[in-house]
C-alpha cells in the first residue's frame, strides 16, 4: 500500500519547504519506499488524517498514522527492515537524536531569521496572514524587523557550523561513509533556506557547502527538483 505522506507547501504547491517534511522525503527515498505526496497549507494542518497532528509531517501507512519527522525516520525504520537503514543500529539512533536536538537549538533559530520574510512571501492571502500574526507573536517583533538582524548574525551562524565542518574534514557524510538519517536533518535546516531565500548562507569552499551540494544530489537529485529561491 502506497504511503501517503502530507508535505508543507505555499501558494505553489510544487515548493515544500519545511525542513521537517524534507526529512520525511529523503527518508522515504532512502528507503525506497512508494508514496504519494499530499501539498498540504498551514491552515490546513488541523483536518487532515481526522485532526492527527497540529503539525506535520504526517503520514498514512496502512492503519497506521504517525507524526513528527523522528518518529516517522524510527516508524519506517521498524516497518521496513530489509530496505536501506536510516540509523545503522541502535547507536545510530542515539546519534542522530543528538543531531536533532543540534539542529533545532543551533541551526533553526538563525535560519528561521534569515528566511522569515521570504517565508511569508511564499504563501497566499490567508495563510500568509496565519503566518504574519503567529510569527509576529512569537519574535514580539513584525516580520521586516527580524530579517533585518540577519546580516549581523551571520558570522556567527558560519561559526556554529565548526563542528560539523571539522567532522566533514575526516568522513564524507554524518552517517560516516553513506549518509543516514542525521545527515537529513541537517539538509532538511539548510533546503528550508535554500527553497525560501537567495540569501547566501554558506561561503564557497566551505566544506559544509560541499556535503550540502552532495545531498542536493542524493536520490536521483531529489533536493535538486525544487529550484533555490531566486
Same mark, same amino acid.
Given at each position: 500500500?502506497?504511503? &501517503?505522506?502530507?508535505d508543507? &507547501?505555499g501558494?505553489d504547491?510544487?515548493r515544500?519547504?519545511?525542513?521537517?517534511c524534507? +526529512?520525511?522525503?529523503?527518508?522515504l527515498?532512502h +528507503?525506497?519506499l512508494?508514496?504519494?505526496s499530499?501539498?498540504?497549507r498551514?491552515?490546513d494542518?488541523p483536518?487532515?488524517?481526522?485532526?492527527?497532528s +497540529?503539525?506535520i509531517?504526517v503520514?498514512?501507512?496502512?492503519?497506521k498514522?504517525?507524526?513528527d519527522?523522528? $518518529?516517522i525516520?524510527l516508524?519506517?525504520?521498524?516497518?521496513?527492515?530489509d530496505? %536501506?537503514?536510516l540509523?545503522?543500529g541502535?547507536?545510530?539512533k542515539?546519534h542522530?537524536r543528538?543531531?536533532?536536538?543540534?539542529s533545532q537549538l543551533?541551526?533553526?533559530p538563525?535560519?528561521?531569521?534569515a528566511?522569515?520574510?521570504a517565508?511569508?512571501a511564499?504563501?497566499?492571502?490567508p495563510? %500568509? $496572514?496565519y503566518f504574519?500574526?503567529?510569527?509576529?507573536?512569537?519574535?514580539g +517583533?513584525?516580520?521586516?524587523? &527580524?530579517t533585518?538582524?540577519?546580516? %549581523?548574525?551571520l558570522a556567527?551562524? /558560519?561559526a556554529?557550523?565548526?563542528?560539523?565542518?571539522?567532522?566533514?574534514?575526516?568522513?564524507?557524510?554524518?552517517?560516516?561513509?553513506?549518509?543516514?538519517? $542525521?545527515?537529513y536533518?541537517?539538509?532538511? %535546516?539548510?533546503?528550508w533556506?535554500?527553497?525560501?531565500?537567495?540569501?547566501?548562507?554558506?561561503?564557497?569552499?566551505d566544506l559544509?557547502a560541499?556535503?550540502?551540494? /552532495?545531498?542536493?544530489?542524493?536520490?536521483g537529485?531529489?533536493?535538486?527538483?525544487?529550484?533555490?529561491?531566486?
Amino acid at each position: 500500500m502506497t504511503i &501517503v505522506f502530507y508535505d508543507l &507547501v505555499g501558494r505553489d504547491s510544487s515548493r515544500p519547504f519545511s525542513p521537517h517534511c524534507w +526529512k520525511v522525503a529523503m527518508a522515504l527515498a532512502h +528507503k525506497g519506499l512508494d508514496h504519494r505526496s499530499v501539498p498540504t497549507r498551514f491552515l490546513d494542518v488541523p483536518r487532515i488524517e481526522e485532526g492527527a497532528s +497540529k503539525t506535520i509531517p504526517v503520514i498514512r501507512d496502512g492503519e497506521k498514522t504517525i507524526a513528527d519527522s523522528f $518518529a516517522i525516520a524510527l516508524h519506517l525504520e521498524a516497518a521496513y527492515p530489509d530496505r %536501506a537503514t536510516l540509523f545503522g543500529g541502535s547507536g545510530g539512533k542515539a546519534h542522530a537524536r543528538f543531531i536533532e536536538r543540534w539542529s533545532q537549538l543551533t541551526l533553526h533559530p538563525y535560519l528561521a531569521v534569515a528566511a522569515l520574510t521570504a517565508l511569508h512571501a511564499m504563501q497566499d492571502e490567508p495563510n %500568509a $496572514a496565519y503566518f504574519r500574526a503567529s510569527r509576529e507573536a512569537r519574535f514580539g +517583533k513584525t516580520l521586516e524587523e &527580524v530579517t533585518a538582524g540577519r546580516e %549581523a548574525g551571520l558570522a556567527a551562524f /558560519r561559526a556554529s557550523l565548526e563542528p560539523l565542518r571539522g567532522m566533514l574534514a575526516y568522513q564524507p557524510w554524518i552517517g560516516g561513509d553513506a549518509p543516514l538519517f $542525521a545527515d537529513y536533518i541537517v539538509f532538511g %535546516a539548510l533546503q528550508w533556506a535554500r527553497v525560501a531565500s537567495p540569501f547566501q548562507l554558506l561561503e564557497q569552499g566551505d566544506l559544509v557547502a560541499g556535503w550540502f551540494e /552532495r545531498c542536493l544530489d542524493l536520490h536521483g537529485g531529489l533536493g535538486r527538483r525544487v529550484a533555490a529561491a531566486a
